[in-house]
């Protein structure tokens, strides 16, 4: 019975001190594994730290890079809207300016007592010699040889040559061009003689006569070709030489030559043939 006891009593002891010794190792172990760990997230946390910062900013690189992808894609869009929005309104702005310029023509045309015939300018060579533009209308359309040209502001030229739907206009501003003139305030008659882009001379005018700057001269109607009353150019210039019989005048044709777009044929059968004057 003793024995046992001592036994017994050896355990309980031996007991005790194993649960000491689990206790205490418990609590190095414990404070050991804390102490790694702080250690480690002390070290860990900046780099997890960094990895977040970087996968942050790439996520916002993406969302900005997507961002910028949609909005090249709107600008592209609203460019084309812009470009097609800039087409109508040069179509719209063009469509306006010849509405305008065919009231004026409309205007000229009744005050004119003579049929007329409206007619484009298909091409343009006012720099050449001859100075010349043909029209899109021609024999078929009821235009014969000689008759007279003109748009709202003046007389443009006559008709030189023909084709069944095409029609070639000299020009009142080319060299070879005559035309019968009077001064609208002095009622003085001369000959018309191109010189030049917008620019015409007035021939056999006496030095006696009175013209002066800012003269207006319309043609005569004795060539005829052009009837009375158009207006044909401004003087710009009068020149008088001692010993010498005429003026030399300038004028500044009515018609802005460099911008012809619309023309009116006046459908008047010549008196005389234009070609066969002097």
Request: hydrophobic content about 45%.
């Amino acid at each position: 019975m003793r024995f046992r006891k001592l036994i017994t009593a050896f355990w309980t002891k031996k007991g005790a001190i194993a649960a000491l010794i689990l206790i205490f190792a418990f609590i190095f172990l414990n404070f050991k594994f804390h102490f790694c760990e702080r250690a480690l997230l002390e070290c860990s946390a900046p780099i997890a730290q960094g990895i977040s910062s970087i996968w942050h900013q790439f996520q916002n690189i993406k969302e900005e890079y997507f961002e910028l992808k949609e909005v090249k894609r709107e600008n592209l869009v609203l460019k084309k809207r812009l470009e097609s929005l800039q087409a109508k309104e040069i179509s719209y702005q063009e469509l306006l300016l010849a509405n305008q310029r065919l009231e004026k023509l409309l205007s000229f045309k009744k005050k004119l007592t003579f049929p007329t015939l409206g007619a484009r300018v298909i091409s343009y060579a006012p720099n050449f010699s001859p100075r010349i533009i043909f029209l899109d209308r021609g024999k078929k359309d009821g235009v014969n040889l000689y008759y007279p040209v003109v748009n709202f502001q003046g007389i443009v030229g006559q008709v030189v040559s023909l084709s069944p739907h095409y029609a070639k206009v000299l020009l009142i501003i080319d060299p070879n061009s005559r035309v019968e003139v009077m001064s609208q305030r002095t009622r003085v008659h001369g000959i018309l003689k191109g010189t030049g882009i917008n620019l015409a001379e007035v021939i056999y005018v006496p030095n006696t006569e009175d013209i002066k700057e800012g003269d207006i001269f319309i043609t005569s109607g004795l060539d005829g070709i052009f009837p009375k009353g158009i207006s044909v150019g401004k003087v710009i210039n009068v020149f008088t030489s001692r010993g010498e019989i005429f003026k030399k005048i300038i004028l500044k044709t009515s018609v802005d030559f460099r911008r012809l777009e619309e023309v009116l044929i006046l459908l008047k059968p010549p008196v005389l043939p234009y070609g066969k004057r002097n």
